[in-house]
């Protein structure tokens, strides 16, 4: 093959799918952990079932298991903890005075309590003293970060009175991480005052409180999987708990996602704690695994990351297609399952059919009003920035109509989405100027450093063929990064630059070396590719077959490989070149259509 030829048509064999196998990231897993503290809790029974794909975080690498959280225990559990209880009581002995009239009596009485004690203690004054210093230097501008910090730090502490953390510093989040120097200050409030008394004067409300919120809670997770027409969870690893801590401001719910573990601390109002705020959380303990498995699939939605880039969306939607997609199912099944205040229509009993008219107008009447009322709440989203709510609000409403449970619907869901037609939807919405908090915080972790071979992806994707040559040759010179994948990259390297020959070796080098299904499946596919261009239809086919058999999961390469069984791999007016120019010279070849990779 004449080498213009050549080079022209290996950029358009490799235009278009240089992306399609994306950087590789890491799954985030619970690592082992002591002992839980103790604490009173209650376990709540739920239908359980197994087979769930893990969920993996925007996190890198193993989080740390909270003390409060038993590998071997319940997937689902509602408790309190004396250790909370010190944390808040010491935030309390601080000012720390918000939501103070609407939070549960025992608020109050304990904080009455430790101010008699601290009457009759002059030591227990001045250690009060110093941890109000403290406590004063580390507040933050955010008042709902200054106390999450806390609560971060609480529920990775052994029982008091050791009241240590109860994983290593280092593997400690890192807010709790900041304010970890409280901890002799809250142990020496404790002693001088008696606290685990007063704890045990009052762990008789905190266990009213577990049993009265009990039932409310497993009706409320019932409910939710009930709509998903799925069971609860029970995949390995993977823990939802709610923490009650009265000595907080039930305004202030906090909601955390440690890995593999999703846990929220809530104050009660009026005997009940915000239990949509719960179910948010709860959601999304249940949907991202689901999602996050079909996180490659994703890939050509990217571009709907650029439309939202004016909304007042938090950086993670932004710039995290995975997240904005879990957000807005969330947000979708949230405004299908809402309740919209408006009464069902009741049609009385023997009711004569003469007389139905009236009940059914005003039952469809009523049902209109319902749908106007759950529309406003989807358009609402739409203009904070969560553009794909809409189309998962409608997918839902035939999704309420057949059987499927969600793990089994949410395939087609992400596969069957017109993107071009949802990023032109989303760029002629006028986004709000201000945007709203996530209850949702990722356990916070400093921002991992791109290895070698995710740049090189990276520069690959946006054209930078040089740049990623050069990343994907030092991982393999320095031994570094995963071999296989560093082939991958060259092998894509060299087709954008004419190289055939190498191309084709460093495929081969991918096969040996590579043990990622998706990565085997496309150098099979890219060979096949090579194989037509180069009309060796049989070894194409042995490709495509080989394709096949790796069996990685996904959708495109199931249809990149069948699509290359029932015919060759054709180039862009390959077949009128090959029949118009034989015997012609290099130079009429129409050099001016080769393409700029992207």
């Not at 970890?180 to 704890?199: F, G, T």
């Not at 601390?265 to 999602?291: N, T």
């Not at 996050?292 to 890939?299: I, V």
């Not at 096969?511 to 060979?527: C, G, N």
Request: proline letters at 8%; glycine letters at 6%.
């Amino acid at each position: 093959m004449p080498q213009f030829f050549r080079r022209w048509s290996l950029s358009l064999l490799v235009a278009g799918a240089v992306g399609v196998v994306p950087c590789l990231a890491q799954s985030s897993s619970a690592s082992p952990q002591s002992a839980p503290g103790q604490s009173s809790s209650s376990q709540i029974s739920v239908p359980l079932t197994e087979g769930q794909p893990p969920v993996r975080t925007s996190q890198t690498g193993p989080s740390p298991t909270p003390s409060l959280i038993d590998p071997a225990g319940p997937t689902v559990s509602l408790e309190t903890s004396e250790a909370m209880f010190d944390i808040g009581v010491a935030l309390n002995a601080c000012g720390y005075d918000r939501g103070l009239d609407d939070s549960d009596p025992v608020r109050r009485r304990v904080r009455d309590e430790v101010n008699q004690a601290l009457v009759g203690t002059a030591q227990g004054r001045n250690a009060r003293d110093k941890l109000c210093a403290f406590i004063d230097r580390h507040r933050l501008e955010d008042p709902a970060r200054s106390l999450a910090q806390y609560v971060s730090l609480g529920l990775y502490l052994t029982p008091p009175p050791a009241l240590t953390p109860s994983v290593d510093q280092q593997d400690l989040p890192p807010d709790a991480n900041g304010v970890i120097e409280v901890l002799p200050l809250v142990r020496q409030l404790a002693e001088d005052i008696d606290l685990h008394v007063i704890w045990v004067e009052n762990r008789a409300a905190y266990d009213e409180m577990t049993n009265r919120l009990h039932g409310p809670l497993t009706k409320m997770i019932v409910d939710t999987n009930y709509y998903l027409k799925m069971p609860a969870s029970t995949n390995g690893g993977r823990h939802f708990l709610v923490v009650l801590e009265p000595m907080l401001s039930p305004a202030e719910t906090n909601a955390r996602i440690y890995g593999t573990n999703y846990v929220v601390v809530a104050s009660p109002k009026g005997g009940q704690i915000p239990m949509q705020l719960v179910r948010h959380a709860y959601l999304h303990y249940e949907i991202e695994p689901l999602l996050y498995a079909h996180e490659n699939s994703m890939d050509r939605m990217q571009p709907i990351l650029k439309a939202v880039q004016e909304s007042p969306l938090a950086f993670e939607f932004k710039n995290d297609l995975v997240s904005l997609v879990i957000e807005c199912m969330i947000r979708a099944i949230e405004a299908r399952t809402m309740n919209t205040g408006v009464a069902e229509v009741r049609f009385p009993a023997n009711l004569p059919r003469g007389d139905l008219g009236p009940y059914q107008r005003a039952k469809s009447l009523a049902e209109q009003q319902r749908e106007a009322i759950r529309q406003k709440a989807v358009d609402h989203d739409m203009r904070q920035g969560f553009v794909l709510t809409q189309y998962f609000f409608n997918q839902l409403k035939e999704f309420e109509k057949n059987p499927d449970s969600l793990d089994e619907a949410i395939g087609p869901m992400v596969y069957g989405m017109d993107v071009d037609g949802q990023i032109h939807q989303a760029r002629h919405i006028a986004f709000d100027a201000q945007g709203e908090a996530d209850i949702m915080m990722r356990s916070p972790q400093k921002p991992p450093q791109p290895k070698e071979l995710d740049l090189a992806e990276m520069k690959l994707m946006k054209g930078d063929v040089a740049g990623a040559q050069a990343l994907a040759q030092k991982a393999l010179q320095a031994h570094s990064g995963e071999p296989g994948r560093a082939d991958f990259i060259l092998a894509r390297v060299y087709l954008m630059n004419g190289k055939m020959d190498d191309a084709e070796t460093a495929f081969r080098g991918t096969l040996a070396a590579a043990r990622d299904p998706r990565i085997l499946a496309w150098a099979h596919i890219f060979l096949g590719r090579i194989e037509d261009v180069e009309d060796n239809r049989d070894g194409a086919m042995a490709e495509y077959r080989a394709a096949l058999t790796v069996r990685d999961g996904q959708p495109d390469t199931k249809q990149a490989a069948e699509t290359g069984l029932k015919k060759p791999f054709m180039l862009p007016h390959q077949a009128e070149d090959d029949s118009s120019s034989q015997g012609a010279s290099p130079s009429s070849a129409p050099q001016e259509s080769q393409p700029h990779p992207q």
